[in-house]
């Protein structure tokens, strides 16, 4: 054999060997993942989301998907932000001096990123057809663009527990309301 030809197929079986490597690191590291979030982006029923549960605290939050990029504190209220993952969170403590405190209760959660799905299999990005393919009790878009996928009753009113919003036709938005609704 040509030693070019030899040569050229060591070097071709080594590469291939380092992205057969490449590739088995990373199944291994997201399948390790001490970050749970990592390999869940599934939002059950009007349960929880991503395994925060929707009657969850900061604290709680923090501790499953980290310290969030930015706190933004208003009164009696604090919004938490976790960009790479999609994630804006609001969260209350009426009456606390810091609003964004471990203790703060949960009242909505709104994912953005295409990796979310609800536990029926409806996506962000997802046309708005979906929508009645899923959730066949859901009713139209209100003028926000707004669907109610299941609701709760709160002060003797059904009040969304779990919306999708939708907007040029696609669902841009899913929102998980806490029990707490900032009161």
């Not at 310290?67 to 209220?77: I, M």
């Not at 536990?119 to 707004?146: C, F, H, M, T, W």
Request: charged residues 20%.
């Amino acid at each position: 054999m040509n030693p070019r030809k030899r040569n050229l197929r060591i070097l071709g079986g080594a590469l291939a060997l380092v992205l057969v490597g490449i590739v088995a690191i990373r199944i291994v590291a997201a399948l390790t993942s001490d970050d749970p979030i990592e390999r869940s982006y599934l939002i059950v029923r009007d349960e929880s989301i991503g395994g925060f549960p929707r009657d969850g605290t900061t604290q709680a939050a923090i501790e499953l998907l980290g310290v969030p990029t930015a706190r933004l504190p208003s009164p009696n209220r604090c919004t938490l932000e976790w960009p790479a993952r999609g994630i804006k969170m609001d969260v209350s403590f009426p009456g606390a001096a810091n609003p964004c405190g471990p203790t703060g209760n949960h009242i909505s959660t709104t994912v953005t990123d295409k990796r979310w799905t609800t536990d029926n299999g409806l996506k962000v990005g997802d046309p708005a057809a979906r929508i009645q393919e899923l959730y066949p009790e859901a009713g139209s878009p209100d003028s926000d663009g707004i669907v109610q996928l299941f609701t709760r009753e709160a002060f003797g009113l059904p009040l969304p527990s779990l919306t999708a919003r939708v907007a040029k036709g696609r669902v841009v938005e899913l929102t998980l309301y806490g029990p707490h609704r900032g009161l």
